[in-house]
């Protein structure tokens, strides 16, 4: 479903409803169906049988919360954004953020490039000048006979191979090793089995042609031939607010100790939407981090500064995913995600997992140099420490109140906090006074 024309309003105050109010509203917007609220609202304990069409050794399921960032304006195009995570703050800190660029900014993205990477490996050459020209008087035979026999239903859509790229590699000990880099668009599909397929099949006709032994054959995670781009823009930042979030860029892409939770950050909110559409957030997490190493050193994927009043930041990095194919369209809360999304294309799932993720990274930041990440992350999981200490029914929000209540004056709390406040309250309903927490 497409979401409905100007939907900024039905996104104020979404936090604040109900469940049963939260999945009414989305109807409203046009994100679900009245079919996929009743889905999303009976119990969904899940077929063993079709987990075991997933995995071996299937004993049950482990499942995640499922909730939907709000007040995404991507491109000029409105989301709802579903997040399959449990980890407190996330959720909550990326719908805030989009918030206020919707409200002072813009999210653009785009894509750059449009090939994913197979690797086929010569371990040891005899003569690199004699094999590369062999590849290269032989490539046009080669992409012909891959897209013929392997891969014409991709070509039919418009993917396929598209070139065959030679690599040089010194070995340590002496001697040559050459890597072939096959170059595929896989369209919508992630294609990471057809990629490494296509290479297997390259394997013989390669052999046949160069008289050298092909020792591996692979997909690459690190696309950098593929790079999915986001830019937010914030218009009259407070200048102590937007040069607190540069110089905590800076720190970032400067000190990889500090870039590698910088980047965490970023996957904080990049892995759930992959989760919930049934995506290899792995293998997304492996292509960031070695692009992230890409210069010798590892660091920041993003980048903020300020130009005049202007907050501006970037994020760019490789994200393997797909829209068909794989879980993607058997798991069935992965099918309903992707129709919240509306997305047309592996592409623009692309984009919205960039922006989700330059977006999380902002708030991150702004929290980190404004009233400090603790503070802010704690007051979200007052719930997580409630239902931890045993609190039940009536009990849960006046234990939460407490808890509030105690943050605000020691600016921390913990699960001795909670168990402390919740005997209090029993004792009270006992009769009994418990003067611990004055």
Not at 326 to 348: F, M, Q, W, Y
């Amino acid at each position: 479903m497409a979401l409905k024309n100007d939907v900024g309003h039905l996104f104020q105050g979404f936090s604040k409803l109900n469940r049963a109010e939260r999945l009414s509203r989305l109807v409203d917007m046009g994100a679900l169906t009245q079919e996929e609220v009743k889905l999303l609202s009976q119990y969904q304990g899940l077929s063993p049988t079709l987990a075991e069409q997933f995995i071996e050794n299937v004993i049950g399921y482990f499942q995640l919360p499922l909730g939907v960032a709000t007040n995404f304006r991507i491109d000029k195009k409105d989301y709802v954004v579903p997040m399959a995570v449990e980890e407190t703050s996330i959720i909550a800190a990326v719908s805030k953020n989009a918030k206020w660029i919707r409200e002072s900014g813009e999210i653009t993205t785009e894509i750059i490039g449009e090939n994913y990477i197979g690797q086929i490996q010569f371990a040891k050459i005899c003569n690199f000048e004699k094999f590369e020209a062999i590849i290269n008087t032989n490539k046009t035979y080669l992409i012909n006979r891959a897209n013929t026999e392997v891969a014409s239903n991709m070509l039919k859509r418009g993917g396929g191979v598209k070139d065959i790229l030679v690599r040089k590699i010194s070995r340590p000990e002496g001697g040559t090793m050459a890597v072939l880099h096959v170059m595929v668009n896989t369209c919508d599909a992630m294609g990471a089995n057809l990629i490494t397929q296509i290479c297997e099949f390259l394997k013989r006709p390669l052999e046949e042609l160069t008289q050298e032994t092909v020792t591996m054959c692979i997909l690459s995670n690190l696309c950098d031939s593929k790079l999915t781009r986001a830019k937010v823009i914030i218009h009259d930042v407070e200048k102590k607010l937007g040069e607190g979030i540069a110089e905590a860029s800076f720190f970032a892409s400067a000190d990889p100790y500090r870039a590698a939770t910088n980047n965490k950050g970023i996957l904080n909110g990049m892995d759930p939407v992959l989760i919930a559409t049934g995506n290899d957030w792995r293998a997304v997490e492996a292509g960031v981090h070695a692009y992230a190493a890409r210069h010798g050193h590892y660091s920041s994927i993003s980048h903020w500064e300020m130009q005049n009043t202007d907050l501006i930041g970037y994020l760019e990095a490789p994200i393997m995913l797909g829209i068909i194919g794989g879980v993607t369209r058997l798991h069935p809360t992965a099918k309903i995600c992707l129709n919240i999304l509306n997305v047309t294309s592996a592409d623009e799932l692309a984009r919205i997992v960039a922006a989700v993720g330059l977006v999380q990274n902002l708030g991150a930041i702004r929290a980190l140099t404004t009233f400090g990440f603790i503070e802010g992350h704690m007051k979200l999981h007052i719930s997580n420490l409630t239902l931890e200490a045993g609190a039940k029914g009536r009990e849960i929000p006046l234990v939460k109140k407490r808890l509030e209540e105690i943050l605000f004056l020691r600016k921390r709390i913990t699960l001795s906090n909670a168990i402390e406040v919740l005997r209090e309250l029993r004792n009270k309903a006992l009769g009994r006074v418990d003067n611990s927490l004055a």
